[in-house]
C-alpha cells in the first residue's frame, strides 16, 4: 500500500487548509484511516481518525470542532479539513492506514496501523 498525502502549506492564523491522503489499495473501503501530527521537538499525536466507510470517527481534544475527517471511496481518500487554524497547529502531518475495522478504543495509537505516508508540513503563522 502507498500512501501519498498532500495540502499542507502556509496559512496566517485563522485561516483553513484541507489535507488529502490517496492510496492504491484494492480494498480501502475496509481500511481504517487516522492522521497524525509531530511538531518540531515533541512527540507525535494523534489528531483525527475514521472507521470504514459509515464508520467511527475521533478526534483529539485540541482539534474537536475545527478539524473535520471524512474519506471518499470512489477516489481512495481521506481528507482532513482544518478550519480556525492556530500557531500551535503548526506540524508535519501524516496519515496512517490499517486494513481492517480498529476498534473505537484503539484509533488514537499509532501502533493501531500498519503503513504510514510521507507528511506534510503545516506552518500556521501568529
Known amino acids: 500500500v502507498q500512501l501519498q498525502a498532500s495540502g499542507g502549506g502556509l496559512v496566517q492564523a485563522g485561516g483553513s487548509l484541507r489535507l488529502s491522503c490517496a492510496t492504491s489499495?484494492?480494498?480501502?473501503?475496509?481500511?481504517?484511516v487516522a492522521w497524525f501530527r509531530q511538531a518540531p521537538g515533541k512527540e507525535r499525536e494523534f489528531v483525527a481518525a475514521?472507521?470504514?466507510?459509515?464508520?467511527?470517527?475521533a478526534y483529539a481534544d485540541s482539534v474537536k470542532g475545527r478539524f473535520t475527517i471524512s474519506r471518499d471511496n470512489a477516489k481512495n481518500t481521506v481528507y482532513l479539513q482544518m478550519n480556525s487554524l492556530k500557531p500551535e497547529d503548526t506540524a508535519v502531518y501524516s496519515c496512517?492506514?490499517?486494513?481492517?475495522?480498529?476498534?473505537?478504543?484503539?484509533?488514537?495509537?499509532?501502533?493501531?496501523?500498519?503503513?504510514w505516508g510521507q507528511g506534510t508540513q503545516v506552518t500556521v503563522s501568529s
Open positions: 475514521i472507521r470504514r466507510s459509515g464508520g467511527a470517527t
Open positions: 489499495g484494492r480494498t480501502f473501503s475496509i481500511f481504517t
Open positions: 496512517a492506514w490499517a486494513p481492517r475495522q480498529v476498534i473505537i478504543s484503539a484509533l488514537r495509537g499509532p501502533t493501531s496501523y500498519d503503513y
